[in-house]
């Protein structure tokens, strides 16, 4: 079975701190792909990045990076300097080889960014 | 500009009637999605469909149907049959492959009155 966990529900913190978001997945294919997606309060998700399994390179993209440890199986977000923009609810999805791009969602966390 | 759109963003429903939410794309994707949002619940997969004429029932397809008779457009009807229908729903899309990012529309809040 596949599944994605995110602990946190909801995290507040004051501006230009530093926050991390938590996903742990479990699946037993051994090639999938790992989604991270922003949901404003306007409703609609935005594609935030996508890595494939056999690629544990962490990436930063300006005040986002991921980290991601297959021997943890986590995938882990994290925004530097946050800002208020940043609010909005952070999901993330696993898709595994042969289930046709169907998504497996996390719970979502829902992060506050208070000025 | 290319994207999806869903309509309409609410929809009030009556008990016992059936309703039908609309999803276009113009990103030429041949894979589409219906999602529902519950709150605390994250997404869960209703119905998918890979090509005209073809669709699979997801995770909670129950009291649900869809139609893919174009390309570009992939309707959902919530039944009567459907116990607790008040949710918020997203129609997505991609590119056929597990490898692509799916790209969402607006949702459609549906609200059982």
């Known amino acids: 079975a596949q599944k994605v966990t995110q602990a946190q529900t909801e995290i507040s913190v004051v501006e230009k701190e530093d926050v991390t978001l938590d996903c742990v997945y479990e699946?037993?294919?051994?090639?999938?792909?790992l989604f991270w997606y922003k949901q404003p309060p306007s409703g609609e998700l935005v594609f935030l990045i996508r890595?494939?399994?056999?690629?544990?390179q962490n990436e930063i993209s300006g005040r986002y990076s991921w980290n991601f440890q297959k021997s943890t199986s986590s995938f882990n977000f994290t925004i530097t300097a946050s800002q208020v923009v940043d609010s909005a609810v952070y999901f993330c999805?696993?898709?595994?080889?042969?289930?046709?791009?169907?998504?497996?969602f996390g719970q979502g966390t829902e992060l506050s960014v208070k000025p | 500009d290319g994207g999806i759109t869903q309509s309409p963003k609410y929809l009030f429903r009556k008990e016992g009637q059936n309703v039908t939410l609309s999803c276009e794309q113009n990103?030429?994707?041949?894979?589409m999605y219906w999602y529902r949002q519950d709150p605390g619940q994250g997404l869960r997969l209703i119905y998918y469909?890979?090509?005209?004429?073809?669709?699979q029932k997801g995770d909670i397809a129950e009291g649900y149907s869809v139609s893919r008779e174009k390309k570009e457009s992939f309707p959902l009807t919530v039944t009567s049959a459907q116990k607790n229908p008040t949710a918020f729903y997203l129609c997505?899309?991609?590119?056929?492959?597990?490898?692509?990012?799916?790209?969402f529309g607006q949702g459609t809040r549906l609200t059982v009155v």
């Open positions: 469909s890979q090509i005209v004429n073809d669709f």
């Open positions: 990103l030429n994707h041949d894979a």
């Open positions: 997505a899309s991609s590119y056929t492959g597990v490898w692509t990012e799916a790209f």
């Open positions: 890595r494939n399994s056999f690629d544990e």
């Open positions: 999805a696993l898709s595994g080889y042969n289930q046709g791009g169907k998504l497996i």
């Open positions: 699946t037993r294919d051994t090639t999938y792909y």
